[in-house]
């Protein structure tokens, strides 16, 4: 029982460039969300989920896209990367319906310079 | 102001005492609580739900008094496995979205 995974743990960009954050869960969860994590703020949410298909916004979407072809894979795609996305992004699914039992994968830590 | 506020830390307190933290929102809807645990450079794991008449799981106790819109937790007999960050997380409407505030950090010591 893998839960999460996130792929890449770590990853240094050049500023403009994009990539994908790559986020699987095989917990058959219907809600799965992106959030960044930086220092002193908290975890803001970029985007989310509530099944395939069906995506919105979070507090900090800008610059960043999401897809939900599946229940199980939801990836973030940085569109052309800024010093300002140096982050630690943090992927998340949970049961619709079941509250605050979010199951987090491991993070990718985002360097943009 | 921020939607869930805690004090940052650190609370540097020696192996078997008690600590407490606080955390305030501002979201008067809102509608679960809940404490969660980050160690050092890992993912965040639910700790525990905070309902209004208090709850209980082992050495931690959780408050909630939505009158005043704050959250606490009490942790008692402090381990040094219990240094960590807590975050105080609040789900402000309906649906599965969660608020996390930044954090508090707590380190035992021996």
């Known amino acids: 029982n893998a839960g999460v995974t996130q792929t890449p743990k770590f990853q240094v960009l050049k500023t403009g460039q994009s990539m994908t954050l790559q986020c699987a869960q095989d917990m058959n969860h219907e809600y799965m969300s992106w959030y960044r994590q930086d220092p002193g703020m908290g975890l803001r949410l970029i985007h989310y989920s509530v099944g395939a298909g069906i995506t919105d916004q979070g507090e900090v979407p800008n610059g960043y896209n999401v897809s939900r072809s599946t229940t199980e894979d939801f990836p973030l795609r940085l569109l052309s990367a800024a010093p300002s996305q140096t982050s630690v992004y943090f992927c998340?699914?949970?049961?619709?319906?079941?509250?605050?039992?979010?199951?987090f994968g491991s993070g990718t830590r985002l360097t943009v310079v | 102001r921020k939607e869930v506020e805690q004090d940052p830390g650190p609370f540097n307190v020696p192996e078997g005492a008690t600590v407490a933290f606080n955390c305030t929102y501002s979201?008067?809807?809102?509608?679960?609580f809940f404490w969660y645990r980050q160690d050092c450079r890992k993912e965040p794991k639910l700790l525990m739900s905070?309902?209004?008449s208090g709850n209980e799981d082992g050495r931690f106790t959780a408050q909630l008094n939505r009158a005043s819109q704050y959250i606490s937790l009490l942790i008692r007999d402090s381990k040094l496995s219990d240094s960590a960050t807590y975050l105080c997380?609040?789900?402000?409407?309906?649906?599965?979205?969660?608020?996390f505030g930044a954090g508090t950090i707590l380190r035992v010591k021996s």
């Open positions: 905070v309902y209004s």
């Open positions: 979201n008067s809807a809102s509608q679960s």
């Open positions: 998340a699914s949970t049961p619709t319906g079941f509250y605050g039992g979010y199951t």
């Open positions: 997380v609040v789900n402000e409407e309906y649906g599965n979205k969660l608020v």
